[in-house]
């Protein structure tokens, strides 16, 4: 059973950055690919950001394709988030997720078996 604690989250103003690092314990993610995703209050879940088990292949969504960095160094069990230019409309809750088998890539919360319990990251205008 794979735990997943997310930190970094906190209140920024517009334009600023954050990273926000995901640390995984009670097993390995070098297997398996890592997820970002977020959720606004009224809003469904989704993938913000999406990294390979080697981190060569990397999926954004558009609306932070450019902005936001997913990396991860799996001798530390750690995937991070790194949020630049950040935009007010990036205020929500942010989870990274792992699944639980050895899959292909994929974006949809569904494919995730794993949740970290979140960090709030507030943007102001």
């Known amino acids: 059973q794979v735990q997943l604690v997310e930190s970094g989250g906190g209140l920024v103003q517009a334009g600023g950055s954050l990273r926000l690092a995901c640390a995984a314990s009670?097993?390995?993610?070098?297997?398996?690919?890592m997820g970002w995703f977020r959720q606004a209050p009224g809003k469904e879940r989704e993938c913000v950001a999406a990294?390979?088990?080697?981190?060569?292949?990397?999926r954004y969504a558009d609306s932070v394709k450019g902005r936001f960095t997913i990396s991860r160094d799996n001798d530390k069990k750690t995937v991070y988030l790194q949020m630049n230019s950040l935009k007010p409309e990036d205020t929500a809750v942010y989870f990274c997720?792992?699944?639980?088998?050895?899959?292909?890539?994929?974006?949809?919360?569904?494919?995730?078996?794993?949740w970290g319990q979140g960090t709030q990251v507030t943007v102001s205008s």
């Open positions: 990294s390979s088990r080697a981190g060569i292949t990397r």
């Open positions: 009670g097993g390995t993610i070098s297997n398996y690919y």
């Open positions: 997720a792992a699944p639980n088998s050895i899959r292909p890539l994929r974006p949809e919360a569904d494919a995730y078996d794993y």
